[in-house]
T-cell receptor, first 114, second 116 residues
Framework: NAGVTQTPKFRVLKTGQSMTLLCAQDMNHEYMYWYRQDPGMGLRLIHYSVGEGTTAKGEVPDGYNVSRLKKQNFLLGLESAAPSQTSVYFC?????????????FGPGTRLTVL | AQSVAQPEDQVNVAEGNPLTVKCTYSVSGNPYLFWYVQYPNRGLQFLLKYITGDNLVKGSYGFEAEFNKSQTSFHLKKPSALVSDSALYFCAVRDYASGGSYIPTFGRGTSLIVHP
């Protein structure tokens, strides 16, 4: 039982390049989330999904797109990377059984945009 | 709307002393409250949560948290700090009220440093 895994762990991009971050969970969770963590800003929600085929915008969605084609995977895409997107990205999942369910987090992806 | 505040960016405590990490919240209904811990270069891990009932909640690694409705607080505590408790701690809230968001709101985090 691997929990929540993220690929890749590190990445360096040049401004304007694109990339996709992959999140996978093996807990059959309905809800999945993408966050970014920046110093002094805490965790900010980018996008989330409440089930396969659904996505919704979070607090800071601009410059990002997501897809949830399979229940176990949640992809975060950067179409044209900018230095402001330098951050640590965390994926999380939760069962979706209600407001009491806890989130399980992946180990993070450290992205640097030059 | 729901919000959570962690008024201290950093808390310093000597090993063996009690520790408190503060959290206050704002919701329109009743809250569900959570504490998570993040060790360096790791993802967040669940520590404990308050749903209903006893105001003192016990969690992992000897941590506990006290829910105080009148003060809208949910402070994290431990009777005797360990150097290994040094980490970043996040408080989160969900609103119980109908129509409230099932997406939790996180505080900005508090860095706990335990000195030997």
């Amino acid at each position: 039982n691997a929990g929540v895994t993220q690929t890749p762990k590190f990445r360096v991009l040049k401004t304007g390049q694109s990339m996709t971050l992959l999140c996978a969970q093996d807990m059959n969770h309905e809800y999945m989330y993408w966050y970014r963590q920046d110093p002094g800003m805490g965790l900010r929600l980018i996008h989330y999904s409440v089930g396969e085929g659904t996505t919704a915008k979070g607090e800071v969605p601009d410059g990002y797109n997501v897809s949830r084609l399979k229940k176990q995977n949640f992809l975060l895409g950067l179409e044209s990377a900018a230095p402001s997107q330098t951050s640590v990205y965390f994926c999380a999942s939760s069962s979706g059984t209600g407001r009491t369910d806890t989130q399980y987090f992946g180990p993070g992806t450290r992205l640097t945009v030059l | 709307a729901q919000s959570v505040a962690q008024p201290e960016d950093q808390v310093n405590v000597a090993e063996g002393n009690p520790l408190t990490v503060k959290c206050t919240y704002s919701v329109s209904g009743n809250p569900y409250l959570f504490w998570y811990v993040q060790y360096p270069n790791r993802g967040l891990q669940f520590l404990l949560k308050y749903i209903t009932g006893d105001n003192l909640v016990k969690g992992s690694y000897g941590f506990e948290a006290e829910f105080n409705k009148s003060q809208t607080s949910f402070h994290l505590k431990k009777p005797s700090a360990l150097v290994s408790d040094s980490a970043l701690y996040f408080c989160a809230v969900r609103d119980y009220a109908s129509g409230g968001s099932y997406i939790p709101t996180f505080g900005r985090g508090t860095s706990l440093i335990v000195h030997p």
